[in-house]
Structure formats: C-alpha cells, structure tokens
C-alpha cells in the first residue's frame, strides 16, 4: 500500500521545514510530504491538505477546485527549549511580538500571556498592519522565525524559532488519514513534560525575582532617605517607603512608571543623557525642600539606571542640630546673659531696656562702642534673651585675620578645596551657626571681599563652601560689632555702605566707662568677687578711679583689678599702688610729652590749648558744643575747616570726643589733663 500523501501549505519555506520534522518525529518515514515550495504538486494523489495559512487564503496556493483532499488548517504550539530566553527579560519589559500576519501576532501574544509571561508588556505587529503600535519605548522584538521583519532600529531580538504543529493537529492528521501511530502516548508525554518544566523555571524566576526584589525593598525600606532606582529605560524599579512619604505617593502609584510621568522634578533628563553625578542638590518638590543626589550606575560599562537618594532638608537640618547641640558642649555657646552685665547707671538701664527689645526680632544688629565697653557681653546677651537661645552661638572676630582664613573659616570648604583641606570638607562657622547666632566682631577690620560675600548670605540666606558647588540654606542670625567709625570707613571706600546699611538694620550703641562712672564701684565689686579677692580700696583711690578717663573701658577696669589683687595682698588699696597712667591721668602708651609732641607736629600748640579750654569751660554740658559756637568762643580766628581738621586731631589722640548723632564735641579727662602740659 502506497504512503499517504500530505500537502503542506506555508508562505515561508522554513516553516514546511518545521511541520516535516514536527510530522517525522510522530510518523516516522510513513507519510509522503508535499510542499507548494516544491513544484510540481499533483493535487489528484494528494489525501490531505495541512495549511499554516487561513482557509480563506488556501485558494491563493492551489486550485482547490482540483482536488477532493480535506483541508486541516493547523494549530501550532511553541518551541518551550526556547522560550528560556524569555526568562532574561526584565518585568515589564516592553516587547514586539513580530509576524507576517496581524491574526498570527495576536496569537501569539496571547500563548505567553497564557504560559505565564503576562509580567511583560507585548505589543503585536506585522509589517502590514493598519494600526502599527508605537515603536518608541520598546525594549525587545521577538518572533518566531520571521527576524527579518523585525521594523528596522530595533537591535534586540529573541527569535524564538517558527512555531511547531500542536499536538491536537497531530492527532487530527493520524485520524483523517486513519494511521495511527504506536507511541502516541510518548509524544504527549513529551509534551506534557515540556509544559510543566517551562512552568516550574518560569514560577522559580518569578519567584527569585520577588525574593530578590522584596529582600532589597525591606532593606531600603530600612533608609531614612528616599531611595529610587530608575532603569536605564526611564522606569521607576525601586521606590522605598521614606521616598514614598516625603513625596506624599504611594510607591505603586509609581512603580514602573516612567519617571517623567512621576519624578519630573529632579533633573533626570539630565543624568540620562550626560550619565554625570548631580551630588547634593537642593530641589524644590511639591513645596519641599529636598537634598537631592543623582547617580548613574554603570554595570560593566554599561549604563543600567540612576539611583536617587533625597532628604527632606528639615530633617537633615534636624540631624545637623542634634549634632550642632552636642556641638554647643564644645564651646559653641555664651558665657553671658543680660543678668551678668553689670551696671545701673540711667544709660546702662537705658541700653539694656534697648538691647532686650532688638532681642525680641530677627534683624540684623549693629553695636558699636569703644574698645572693651562690652559689646560682646550684649551679643551674647542678645542671643539668650531672643528665640534662637536653643541654637548656637558662634563668634568670629576679624581684628587680624586673612582674607583666605576669614573665607574658609566663615563659608568652610569642600573636599579637595586646595592642598591639605580635609578629607569630607569643612563646615564653615555660618554652617555651625544654623538657627542660631553668628557674632561678626570687629566687622570693620573685614577685608572687601569678606563683606561682599557676607552682604551676600544676608540677602540669599545661603552659603556655598570654598571649591564647592553646592549650596547650603542657612538660618542665621548676624549681630556685628565695631569700634570703629564706618560711616568713615565708607567714605574711604574701607567699608561698603551696602554691608553697612544691611548690618545696621538695628543699631546699639554701648556706652564708654566714661559716660557711666557712677557704674565703677559695682563693676569693681564684681571683678573682685570674681577673682575672690578681699581688697578695699580708700577713698582717694576711688575718686581716682572715677575720675580716669577709661580708654580701655571694662576690659582697662577688668585689668586693674586682676593687677591688684596680684600686687596688693590682702589690704586696703593706696594711690601708690595705681600704675603709673592711672596715677597721672593717662592711659599707657599716652604719656603727656608724647601727645604733646604729636600735636606739635600737627600745628600750632597754642591753638589746640585755646581749643581745649574753651571746651573746658563748656565741659557741664552734657551734649557737647557745636563747632561754630566754639568757633565764636576761640580766642584766634579761624576757619570752621581748619577748627574741624583741628578737632579731629584732637580726637585721634583722645583728647575731646565726638557724639554719633552731630551732639557736638566733649573734653575728655584726658584732653583736661593735658592742658597743664601744653
Ligand atoms: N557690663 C559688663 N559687666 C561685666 N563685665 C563686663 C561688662 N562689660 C564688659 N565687661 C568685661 O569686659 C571685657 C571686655 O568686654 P567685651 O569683650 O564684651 O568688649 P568689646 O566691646 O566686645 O571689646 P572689643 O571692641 O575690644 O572687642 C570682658 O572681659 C567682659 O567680661
């Protein structure tokens, strides 16, 4: 008996390949096969026509008129060796799934859905489709045997080889053409086996991966910093719960999103396409502030997603603060409080009344007095008495210092800044001074470029360390002092009057000793509790005392005492003991022949004593003269210039003294003592 006779119908060759072997490997050599790739075919001897194609379509093959064989048109399976390609995809990888028929795509798409790849996307697609899907963000073609088609750009591809007969095509062919064969049963098993160990692979990588993925989330989830991993292909693959509540978003709301359509804010774009850390960058979220960092990851060379770790800054602002507290044990707090500044006198009581009320406020203070009169007690009063008290207090004095010093120790410095600066950077004192006080002392010694970057924290209220490109949000507020005039200092270009009028927001004047002797006798109780002193002093030495001019103010005072109590043990103090300045009514270094001296070189020694004892006569007024009063009172007459350049010789060497707010000139005790010597 002859074979029976199949005609295979397929539109690729490589597919009649695939049957034959599939019809072989059940039927052995009991089957003839014919294919419409091999011509010629005649239909009359032919049993059975097996289509890959449609019935529909079958008449575009064969004149169908021509012969009685029935028409089966096949089911088809998948190769599951391998469809262990598939494994490698990552979840919700965007795949093509590529055919020569729309029908056959879809078909397809849905077998592995049903097989268990549903974790991916697929998209169907032929070349002839009406409605092609969007090409932009697929990841991967796969095709069974049909790569050629695969649109033109897309370099991945899994070929998953052409699809093979189905087991149920192969049941109907031994049954219409009524051959059976012995090892059905081994055939199916095969099958069986097949489908169940693609089952069990596909469970177990499935199940690594939410093992894997789940181990890592409970990790980060352990973070308190938010936490994403972005792939390379833009989706969001990992979102930690601190990302989650900073943001106000519930991780799957995000997960597998694409970052543009959740994470638009920050700057993604830009490390995906320059592949370069952004460290530590302040973004605003939502109306937070954020601490952001953006890392490229490279794996073997290659770029695989960025990893985005962000802070709430008030939180790192808190971490800092606690730090910063622990900071405070180390020096960085005050030593004085409005209840430790001695004094009772009507312009102490007066200053102070002041000095509170700018405490209540945030502005920037200016104090000014001479040296020594205490104006960083009033600072660090200041400080205490206002909201920030729970902050540091952070002092820096410019009498001396480099501009380079003053930079790095006011802004800090980054890593790597110059040679020798600290691994990790430094923080500058602005930094360690966050929500509490930084004390400018000696502000007008500030070299030009310190002012500048200073006027430039008060107004963006932020500072970036030397060599560093970040910026940091500070919260700081500035008090400054000076004993010097900037008014002056300004017209000298010294000073910049735009510094000057952003510091002067709230002025405080400190009264020099001289404008409160009647404070001494307490402030001489004061020092010698402090240094546990029993000295008396008698009343000559008192009336010495008060009658000192005081160059020195507090600090003059404060030395003597120390001086004192180390020279005069235990006993009444006498006039003998007084160092020799005090003794004579002249501070050191100031002798009388040395000013006197110095006048002499500065012009007519008779017209400064003519000055003095006209100044003398007047000296009950508490507000000083004007100078075209003086003028009138001289017994030479001179030019209002030349009184003024006259004055303010007199003044540079303390002799008289001028208020701030045009109250006149004054004498000083020394300027008194000194007309005895002219
Ligand atoms: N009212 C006061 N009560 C107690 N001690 C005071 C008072 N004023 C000043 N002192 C003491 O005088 C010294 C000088 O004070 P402080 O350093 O505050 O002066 P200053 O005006 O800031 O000086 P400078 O201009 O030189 O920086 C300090 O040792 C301080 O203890």
Redesign the pocket.
Known sequence: MNNPVILVLTKEIDLYYTFRDNIREVFGNSITLRSNHFLPVYLEDVDLILSSVPDSLVKDFINIEKTKAPLLVANRSIDFKKLEKLFELPRAAQCLLVSNDEAIACESVTMLKYLGFDYLDFYAYSPDMENPPDLKNIDIAITHGLANLVPKGLESVIDLGNRRLDLSTLFDISKILQHNFDHAHHITMGYVKNVARIGRELANSVRNENYINSSLQAVLNTVQEGVVFIDNEGRVSLFNEEAGSILGIDSQAVLYKHYSDVLDEFQIDKVMETKQQIPRQMIQVHGLNLLATLTPILQEGSFSGIVLVFQDVTHVERMEQEIRNKKLQSGLTTK?SFE????NSMI?MQTQQLAKKIARSDYTVLIT??????????AQSIHEYSSRNKGPFVAV?FAGISESLAESELFGYAEGAFTGARKGGKAGLFELAQNGTIFL??IGDAPLKIQAAILRVLQEKQVMRVGGSTVIPVNVRVIA?T?KQLEDMIRKGEFRDDLFYRLNQLPLR?PSLQERKEDIPD?IT?FLKQKNSQLSFSPAVMEKLSSYRWPG???EL?GLITYLSVIVNEREVSFSDLPFQIQDGFPSNMHPDKITRLLEHSGDLHLYKDILECLMVTQGENAGIGRSTLQAMLSDKISESKLRTKLDILKKYGLVETGIKKQGTKITNLGINMIEHI
């Open positions: 004085y430790d500044n001695v004094g102490m007095g001479e040296s020594g009169t205490g104006k960083e007690i009033f004095n002392d000696e002092a004993n400190i402030l004061y103010n507090v600090r404060e």
